[in-house]
C-alpha cells in the first residue's frame, strides 16, 4: 500500500511527541534545546552540561541539584530561547564569561561511584615540600684515589695485582729492580758508618775537654800535688802531660827565683845569679800560661769540630735515608741496613793476642750483604683499601718514574655531582635534603654538602655534591641519575592530593562532593610536590572532593556536553 510521504511524516511527529511525553511523565526526564545525544550505556550515570547546584562560594555546601530544564527554563518560555541559547553555546568568548556565574555538577548513583571507583579526600591542614630536579653523575672521590707512580726506574719483576682486584693498605702490587736503588743503599750504608765513627770521636772529644778544665782551674788555684793527683786516671790526651811539665817548671824556677831574691837582697849572692834567676822564672811562667791557653783553645775547638761532624753525618745520614725512602726502600728495608752498619763498641780495635780476633775489624761490603739476590729490587704497595681501577705496566716492561702504572681508588662511598642552573641556585644550599635515582630505579636518600661558588661559563650549571656510602657497590662511578632537591616546604597550609586537580577551561578545577552531587569548583592553587597541593582560595578545610578517578567526571562532562559548552574543547 503506497502512504503518501507527508502523512508519514506526520504520523512520525505524532508519535515523537507521545514517547517525549511519555518520558516527561514516568522519568522525569527533560532535554533542553540545543544538546546532542550521546549513546551511553543505561549504567552511565546522566551528565547534564548546565545543571546547577545552588550552594555558598565561601563555605563549599549545596542545597541540592536542580535539573538544568528546571533551572534555567521559566514556564512559558517558548523555543525561540533555546535557539538563541543554542547560538550563544558557539560564542566562545560570552560563554567563558558565562561559566564564571555558573558551577557545573553531576549526580551519580552509588553503583555509578563504585563501579567508576570514584573516592573522595578531605582538605586538610599538611606540608608541602618544593623538589628540583636537576641531573648528576656518579664520580670517584679524588681523596680517594691514588695514582701509583715507580719510586726508582727499573724493570718489573714481579706483577701481583690486576684490573678489578680489591687490595688492602700495604698490599703488595708489583716488585720492580732498579739500580738506582742499590745506588742509593749503599749511600745510606756508608753515611751510617760515618755516624757510627763519629760516635766514637765525639765523646773523646768531649772528655778531653772537660777533664782538661777541671785540671785547668786545679792548676790555676795552685792545688796541692794531691789534689792534682786525683785527675791522673782521667782522659785528657798529650795536654795533660805538657800542663804538668810547664807547671813544674812554673813552680820550680819561681822557687828558685824568690830564694835569690832573697839572698840577693842580704847581699849574699851576686846581682848575676839573681836576674838569671828572675830570667828562668819568667821564662817558665810564660810557657806555663802559653801552655794552659792552648790547652783551653785545642780542647775546644777539637769537642766543636768533632760535634760538627758528629751533626753532619747524621745530616747526611738522614740525607740518605730520605734519599733511600724515595727510591722505593721500605721501613724494614732500612731496617735491615741499619743492623749490617757496625756499631761504635765493634769498631773499638781489639787489644789481645788473638791473631785470628776479628773484634774492631770493618767487615766488608761482600760479608755484610751476603748472597742478597734481590738488593736492589722494591716493591709497589697500595696507600688504603680500595680497588685497582687501572693497571699499566707487564712483566719484564722498563718502566720510569714518570709511568702510571696502577690506580687505586676507595669505592666504598662515592661522590654525586649535580649539575644546578643558574635560575634556582639561590634556593640550593648545603644540608637541604636530596633523593638520588638510579637508571634502575633505585632510591637513596642523602643531604647536599657542598654548594659550588662558580657558575660554568659554557654550561651556566653550578655544582652541588653529596657523598653516599658504596659498601655495596651498587653505585659505579660514571653513572648518570636524577636527583630530587627538596628547596623548601611550606607547612600548616590547606591541600588536597594533587590527583584532585583536573584543568577545565584552562583553569585548575575540582569536583566538589555536596550532597549527591559532585560539583566543579574553580581553585586556587599554590605549590604542589605532586603528591599534595596547596589550596589558596576556593575551598574550605573538611571540604570532600574526588581524589581517584576524577578523570571520570570530567570526561563524562566533556563527551555529554560536545566539547562546545562544558569545557569549550580545552583539555589538559
Not at 785528657?236 to 822557687?255: F, V
Not at 659498601?471 to 584532585?500: E, H, W
Amino acid at each position: 500500500m503506497n502512504i503518501p510521504w507527508k502523512q508519514t511524516t506526520t504520523c512520525l511527529f505524532a508519535v515523537g511527541i507521545l514517547l517525549g511525553y511519555a518520558l516527561f511523565q514516568n522519568e522525569n526526564l527533560s532535554v533542553p534545546s540545543g544538546w546532542a545525544f550521546a549513546h551511553h550505556d543505561e549504567k552511565d550515570f546522566p551528565v547534564h552540561a548546565e545543571h546547577e547546584c545552588d550552594h555558598d562560594h565561601d563555605h563549599g555546601s549545596s542545597q541540592g541539584c536542580q535539573h538544568p530544564l528546571h533551572a534555567d527554563k521559566a514556564p512559558g518560555q517558548d523555543n525561540h530561547d533555546h535557539d538563541h541559547h543554542h547560538d550563544h553555546d558557539h560564542d566562545h568568548d560570552h560563554h567563558h564569561d558565562h561559566d564564571h556565574d555558573h558551577e557545573r555538577s553531576i549526580a551519580l548513583t552509588q553503583e555509578q561511584i563504585t563501579r567508576f571507583g570514584i573516592k573522595t579526600s578531605p582538605v586538610e591542614h599538611g606540608q608541602i615540600h618544593i623538589e628540583l630536579r636537576a641531573p648528576g653523575e656518579i664520580k670517584i672521590i679524588t681523596d680517594r684515589m691514588a695514582h701509583i707512580v715507580p719510586r726508582s726506574a727499573g724493570i718489573v719483576r714481579d706483577v701481583l695485582k690486576s684490573l678489578g682486584d680489591s687490595v688492602h693498605a700495604n698490599e703488595d702490587l708489583a716488585w720492580i729492580e732498579s739500580d738506582e736503588l742499590v745506588e742509593a743503599k749503599l749511600n745510606f750504608y756508608a753515611r751510617q758508618t760515618e755516624v757510627e765513627c763519629c760516635e766514637i770521636e765525639f765523646p773523646r772529644a768531649k772528655e778531653i775537654f772537660e777533664n782538661t778544665t777541671k785540671l785547668l782551674k786545679l792548676l790555676e788555684s795552685e792545688a796541692s800535688e794531691s789534689e792534682i793527683a786525683l785527675l791522673d786516671d782521667l782522659e785528657m790526651g798529650a795536654y795533660k802531660g805538657t800542663l804538668l811539665t810547664a807547671y813544674a817548671s812554673y813552680e820550680s824556677t819561681q822557687t828558685i827565683y824568690e830564694r835569690e831574691h832573697s839572698l840577693y837582697t842580704q847581699e849574699i849572692t851576686s846581682e848575676q845569679e839573681f836576674l838569671e834567676a828572675e830570667t828562668l822564672f819568667k821564662q817558665a811562667k810564660a810557657e806555663f800560661f802559653a801552655a794552659m791557653d792552648t790547652a783551653r783553645f785545642e780542647t775546644f775547638i777539637a769537642l766543636t769540630q768533632a760535634t760538627q761532624k758528629r751533626q753532619i753525618g747524621k745530616f747526611d745520614a738522614i740525607a740518605a735515608e730520605k734519599q733511600l725512602r724515595l727510591r722505593g726502600a721500605l721501613d724494614e728495608d732500612i731496617a735491615a741496613l741499619k743492623r749490617m752498619v757496625p756499631s761504635a763498641a765493634d769498631l773499638i780495635p781489639c787489644l789481645c793476642s788473638d791473631p785470628n780476633c776479628r773484634k774492631g775489624t770493618l767487615p766488608s761490603m761482600e760479608e755484610t750483604l751476603g748472597n742478597q739476590t734481590q738488593f736492589g729490587w722494591y716493591t709497589l704497595r697500595a696507600p688504603f683499601d680500595g680497588t685497582v681501577i687501572e693497571r699499566h705496566l707487564v712483566l719484564g716492561e722498563s718502566v720510569d718514574k714518570s709511568s702510571e702504572v696502577f690506580i687505586i681508588a676507595d669505592l666504598s662511598n662515592v661522590w654525586v655531582d649535580l649539575s644546578i642552573s643558574q635560575d634556582v641556585l639561590s634556593s640550593v644550599q648545603e644540608g637541604l635534603p636530596v633523593t638520588i635515582k638510579l637508571p634502575n630505579g633505585i632510591e637513596t636518600d642523602t643531604t647536599i654538602e657542598f654548594v659550588g661558588p662558580l657558575v660554568a661559563p659554557n654550561t651556566r650549571m653550578a655544582l652541588a655534591r653529596t657523598t653516599l656510602e658504596n659498601l655495596q657497590g651498587r653505585f659505579r662511578p660514571g653513572t648518570f641519575v636524577d636527583a630530587k632537591i627538596r628547596v623548601s616546604s611550606a607547612t600548616d597550609v590547606l591541600s588536597i592530593p594533587s590527583s584532585s586537580i583536573q584543568w577545565i577551561d584552562d583553569k585548575p578545577c575540582v569536583f566538589l562532593k555536596t550532597n549527591d552531587c559532585y560539583e566543579i569548583r574553580v581553585v586556587e592553587i599554590g605549590a604542589t610536590d605532586r603528591q599534595r597541593t596547596e589550596i589558596l582560595r576556593g575551598l574550605s578545610l573538611g571540604d570532600l572532593v574526588v581524589s581517584q578517578n576524577a578523570f571520570h567526571l570530567k570526561a563524562q562532562l566533556t563527551q555529554a556536553a560536545g566539547g562546545a559548552h562544558a569545557c569549550h574543547g580545552h583539555s589538559h
